[in-house]
């Protein structure tokens, strides 16, 4: 596998949290997995082991001389590829709102590495490409690599997890990443005037996963499909919707270490802890707040997330009885909305701006309802992680929200409006002041099964049917 980020190296989003599990899930089924990674300045190599001194990269007519480190866990190798030049800096992506300017040639240089870490480091059978950032090795393996005898048979995989992040750069970039200007043209990189890392491993991996079966559906329309939904159509006999899982091993309200009070579905008494906790943690009063809902958000802070809903009912929604409180860094307009409710509600509204590891574990655990009311969202883990602690999601019913959450265990609306989320929080507020049928609830939401084995072994099925 090659990817931009991994839990617990790097992690900005869902991302990190898929390459964290989902290569040990494979391992555990007798899978031989290998994970290819930049080492951003944020990876001690305290924990790694030099394993290759001189990894040459070539990009067009330069040759970056990198390192290769190494760190096993839990079955699986993760191999780090370290060029300072590229990698070491306070971001992995983007700083100060940013993105890097050369973010095409980093990302490059990861693809490379992970056509180069097949002859020099992991004799692979399935290359498994993860979004935009690792989009350009089928078309490496096709053009730079094809009469090479390593590469025989080796097959490519990659995975869209969000369609609309999607790597597109200036045409200007194609000598500098090592190909000539007879790759612009549609049937190789070329995207409406642009070159498009996502579309290259879109056209020419040998399948092609999404990370729900609503997901890959709606990427195959116009409304959804990001400018690529006649390319997906084209390849729909290619196109799998594999539902991401969550790992178990780090979501679980009767293991989890960063909470008040374990809890389990035999014995709930536990959440009523967390709760307190939460809300101490956060600054508000659990004595003022007896008998309200405590809603979680915990999200990156962008228009996909629909938090443009939350602004446009703002004051209805803070007239209803509950705290709301809120984890997340992003956008710096939805940064403010969410300043500004904290300010205007002060006592009933808490906003931590960034991202804290152990606090989304306390508000998964001590909320009572969890908000997602995204324009659009591939899969979402958080809905995942709330069902299993007992913590009622209220989510938009579209992609994986649509697949994972029921009538039983949540509370879904379909339109992108505002008042129709706040219909659905309410029916959910009705709902939370009857606390047997409540109870009940969150109890078949507990018992729901969305653990990475399921869904490993349905990638390993397809690897399969590459082989056959």
């Known amino acids: 596998m090659v990817a931009s980020e991994a839990a617990p190296y790097a992690k900005s989003g869902g991302l990190a949290d898929v390459l964290g599990a989902l290569p040990a899930a494979l391992a555990q089924r007798g899978?031989?997995?290998?994970?290819?990674?930049p080492r951003y300045q944020s990876i001690s190599r305290e924990q790694l082991r030099r394993v290759y001194d001189d990894f040459p990269v070539v990009l067009g007519q330069d040759v970056y001389h990198g390192e290769i480190y190494l760190h096993e866990q839990r079955g699986v190798r993760f191999f780090f590829l370290n060029i300072p030049a590229f990698y070491n800096r306070k971001g992995l992506y983007f700083e100060d709102g940013k993105d890097y300017p050369d973010n095409f040639l980093r990302f490059a240089a990861l693809n490379v590495a992970g056509c180069e870490a097949i002859r020099r480091l992991f004799r692979a059978d399935i290359v498994h490409c993860h979004d935009w950032q690792a989009g350009l090795i089928p078309y490496y393996l096709r053009e730079r690599y094809a009469v090479d005898p390593t590469f025989g048979g080796v097959k490519t995989v990659f995975t869209i997890h969000n369609l609309a992040y999607q790597g597109i750069f200036g045409r200007d970039v194609l000598p500098r990443i090592g190909f000539r200007d007879s790759a612009f043209t549609s049937g190789d990189l070329e995207f409406y005037g642009n070159v498009s890392y996502l579309k290259a491993g879109v056209a020419f991996a040998d399948a092609i996963t999404t990370v729900s079966p609503t997901y890959a559906a709606e990427i195959q329309t116009p409304e959804a499909g990001w400018g690529v939904d006649g390319l997906l159509r084209a390849r729909a006999r290619d196109l799998h919707g594999i539902l991401n899982g969550a790992d178990y091993t780090v979501w679980d309200p009767a293991t989890d270490p960063h909470i008040a009070a374990p809890y389990d579905t035999r014995k709930l008494d536990g959440k009523a802890a967390c709760r307190e906790d939460l809300l101490r943690t956060v600054g508000l009063d659990p004595a003022a707040l007896d008998g309200a809902a405590i809603v979680g958000i915990v999200a990156r802070l962008s228009s996909q997330k629909g938090f443009d809903l939350v602004a446009a009912v703002a004051d209805e929604?803070?007239?209803e009885k509950l705290a709301l409180v809120v984890l997340g860094a992003g956008e710096r307009h939805y940064e403010e909305i969410f300043h500004n409710l904290a300010e205007r509600y002060a006592g009933r509204v808490a906003f931590r701006n960034g991202?804290?590891?152990?606090?989304?574990?306390?508000i998964e655990a001590g909320a009572d309802l969890f908000l997602m009311p995204s324009q659009y969202e591939p899969c979402g883990l958080?809905?995942?992680y709330s069902l299993r602690y007992g913590t009622v999601p209220i989510v938009r019913a579209v992609g994986g929200l649509d697949d994972t959450v029921s009538e039983e265990t949540g509370f879904k609306f379909a339109g992108y409006s505002g008042h129709e989320m706040l219909a659905s929080v309410r029916e959910a507020l009705?709902?939370?002041?009857?606390?047997?049928?409540?109870?009940?609830?969150?109890?078949a939401g507990m018992k729901q099964d969305f653990s990475w084995p399921a869904s490993a072994g349905h990638m390993l099925e397809l690897y399969q049917s590459l082989w056959r």
């Open 31 to 37: 899978v031989e997995v290998a994970v290819l990674l």
């Open 317 to 319: 929604l803070m007239n």
């Open 355 to 362: 991202y804290d590891e152990a606090l989304a574990h306390k």
């Open 382 to 384: 958080n809905q995942i």
């Open 430 to 443: 009705k709902a939370f002041e009857n606390k047997k049928a409540w109870k009940k609830r969150m109890i």
